[in-house]
């Protein structure tokens, strides 16, 4: 009985796989600069860096300035038409046969970032590009791991033509064309808790993908750990070590738990599939039948048993010793 039981046990395989449904939403091409917020909501940084906005950012580097900073490559605040979108000022990124690594970091991994749902917002242009992608990534940092939850990349064009891409989990997807020397408005919903974000460009509807990392963060200082947060805003090409030549603008800048204004991001429908491998002796019954079910529905397995027979438990993620 001992090992028909345990045959039993080890033939029942239930697969989840989750299906993320979104629907089209429709946004202004156009920086935003009026956020939906209350009195629960974090701005982690909002500018175009114009003078006359706070915090001031001054003309030249961008490292040390409102926790960025620069360890390869260039950020450059300039006051130039070609790097701005609106007003007269925008950030330069850039290097040249070379690594890129231009970062905003807020918080440490030390720290106790920010979690639930956060939101960002940006107008992106590439003037040049070549060798490697430019990408902007979404780092959580705890202790001296950093784990990246989004990446957005720009292929290196053809022809003055690429495509903007998103990750899901290593599957890149490809959400919108874009054309060298055009502004394109980037906007993204970030969930911590379910690991999915949505990303849309201009008009576009959002798509909804998986984080690009899998991880569990320790904690580390007054970081807690199994928290997933938002830490760190990276400019790279695709890795910290790939080399290549870029020049991108970043206007309009935005990240915090506002709902940028003009911006729709429906809830994801979240189903799961479960399959369940029969036993070789009688059968194992859902309750509800499924396959199909609405995420937060409580399913119950039920084995029936022949005459002689007792369940004695189930293994991996079921509990409990119900039987037919």
């Known amino acids: 009985m001992g090992k028909w039981m345990k045959n039993i046990i080890s033939s029942l395989i239930i697969v989840l796989l989750v299906l993320l449904i979104w629907f089209p939403s429709k946004i202004e091409a156009s920086i935003i600069n009026k956020y939906f917020n209350s009195s629960n909501d974090t701005t982690i940084i909002h500018t175009s860096f114009e003078a006359d906005e706070t915090p001031t950012y001054a003309l030249g580097t961008i490292n040390n300035q409102d926790n960025w900073s620069v360890v390869s490559g ?30 905003h970091t807020p ?44 990446v957005i990349d720009f292929t290196v064009p053809t022809g003055g033509a690429g495509s903007i891409r998103i990750n899901d989990g290593w599957h890149k997807v490809i959400i919108a064309p874009y054309q060298v020397d055009e502004w394109y408005r980037l906007a993204g919903k970030i969930n911590y808790e379910l690991e999915i974000y949505q990303v849309m460009v201009d008009e576009g509807g ?41 020049n991108a603008a ?46 937060s529905t409580t399913v119950t397995a039920s084995l029936t048993l022949p005459t002689g027979y007792i369940n004695c438990g189930w293994t991996g993620d079921l509990s409990g010793k119900r039987f037919g």
């Open 206 to 246: 959002p798509e909804t993908v998986g984080f690009r990392e899998s991880y569990n963060p320790t904690a580390s200082g007054a970081r807690a750990a199994n928290l997933k947060e938002y830490h760190q805003l990276l400019f790279n090409l695709g890795t910290m070590s790939n080399t290549g030549s870029v």
């Open 250 to 295: 970043v206007n309009g800048f935005y990240v915090g738990t506002y709902l940028p204004e003009g911006v729709v991001f429906p809830d994801p429908y979240i189903t799961y599939t479960v399959t369940v491998n029969q036993p070789e002796v009688k059968s194992i019954a859902l309750d509800p039948k499924g396959p199909v079910f609405k995420d």
């Open 74 to 103: 260039s950020g450059e605040v300039v006051e130039d038409s070609i790097y701005a979108r609106q007003g007269g000022r925008g950030l330069k990124i850039s290097t040249s046969l070379n690594t890129l690594r231009v970062q």
């Open 107 to 150: 918080f440490s991994g030390s720290e106790q970032g920010v979690t639930g749902i956060v939101y960002f917002d940006m107008c992106v242009k590439i003037i040049s590009s070549s060798g490697e992608e430019f990408t902007i990534n979404g780092y959580d940092l705890f202790g001296s791991s950093l784990k990246r939850a989004f």
